[in-house]
Every structure is written in C-alpha cells, then in structure tokens.
C-alpha cells in the first residue's frame, strides 16, 4: 500500500499543505522466513563476504537505471576494483568501496512493507507516493522522532518545534554544512541535522521470493 502525500502547489506561495506524520513499521515479522533471510543477508553484508551477497542476489537483480543489473555487475560493485574508475577517482576506491557496503546494510536494516504483489521493500517511507509537481531530489524523509528543527544553522540555535517523521523539501542540499535548511509542508523553515534527513531518491532494496519459494535480494539502486 502506498501513502500519498497531499501537498498541493508546494513550492509556490505561502499556503501549502497540511503536514503529514508517517511512522516507521517494520513488516518484516508477518513473514518469519523473510526474518530469517534478511538477517542472515545482514551478516553477510557486515562481514564483507562478497561471495556469500552474490549468491543471495537474483539473477536479474536491478541496481542501477541505466547498467546490465545482474550478479556480475553486483560483484563488480562489492569489489570495485580501482582501474574500472577513472583516474581522479582510483584515489578513492576504497572509500567508494566501503560506502556501498555500508549504503547497503543500512538499507537493510531499515523498516521495511510488502507491495501489492508480496515484495519487500526497504525502506518503509519508499511507499509514500509525492505529487509530480514536487521535484523528487528536493525531498527528504525525517528519520527521527522529535528531531529539532532550529530557527538557524547551529546546534545552539532556538528551537521552531520538533519534528517527527515527515517529508522535508530542501532546495539546495549543502554536502558540507551539518545542518540543511528545509521547507515543511505547512510552510515552516528552519534548520535540521542532516543525519536525520534520508534523500526520498536515495537507496532502496527488495526482497523478494523466486518460484521455489526462496527469498532473494532483487533490486539495490538509488536514484528517481
């Protein structure tokens, strides 16, 4: 099921929407043989095992929007062998590396629901559904419960209200400042810590049951 978010000419005016709340919950537990699977893939996600991911994946796993998708190209991502990225970036490897993994057990760690044809996505603010007005990369989900939201940039600064998981519209994420300012639905600004702030196109996954009855992972991507 999914929730839509009502929001009207968001960006345009004053008069915006109501604000909406969308808790997380974790149906994972209506499948005990999901449980199973999913923790069994997060062991092997936190201990690296390249081999172990793979052999959990579907044979068409989808994990990018425009590659091959596949074990192969899973593989590819797990190991990433520097001499496959360009030159300015071979420096990085490493560090492009472990930020896949960790992108990929946080994501599994996420509350997740199952779709109308028995998937399991994570995570679970993936089925709130925007308006096609709102630009999707300007959308943030807020994690947390009663998250400040400060009148500025600063962890001292006054307190607007706290917010809890709602849909925050940020126009120009700044990468290297600690706090963003946002836009909520009703028309409030003000000032929240990006490590409450998860990009509504950021990494998703599915888990989903072949024909004989075994859980696989089946798409890991980010983006729109």
Known sequence: ???????????????????????????????????????????????????????????????SHGGNGGPDELRANLILNPETLSEEHRKNAD?????????????????????????????????????????????YYVTGSDVALRQSGD???????????EIAIIRDFQASSEYQQVLLTDGTRGYMHRDYLWPMTGYRAALVKSEAGEWQLCTFVSGD
């Open 95 to 139: 560090t492009l590396r472990e930020a896949y993994w960790s992108d990929l057990e946080n994501t599994l760690s996420q509350p997740g629901y199952f779709d109308d044809e028995g998937e399991f996505w994570m995570p679970h603010q993936w089925q709130i559904t925007l308006p096609a007005s709102l630009d999707p990369f300007m959308a």
């Open 1 to 63: 099921m999914k929730y839509a978010l009502l929001l009207g000419a968001l960006l345009c005016g004053p008069a915006l929407a109501d604000r909406q709340s969308f808790p997380p919950v974790d149906q994972a537990a209506q499948d005990p043989s999901l449980v199973a699977f999913r923790d069994a893939l997060l062991a092997r996600v936190a201990a690296r095992d390249t081999d172990a991911v793979v052999a959990a994946a579907c044979p068409d796993i989808y994990l």
């Open 155 to 165: 962890r001292n600064a006054p307190t607007v209200g706290l917010i809890s998981h």
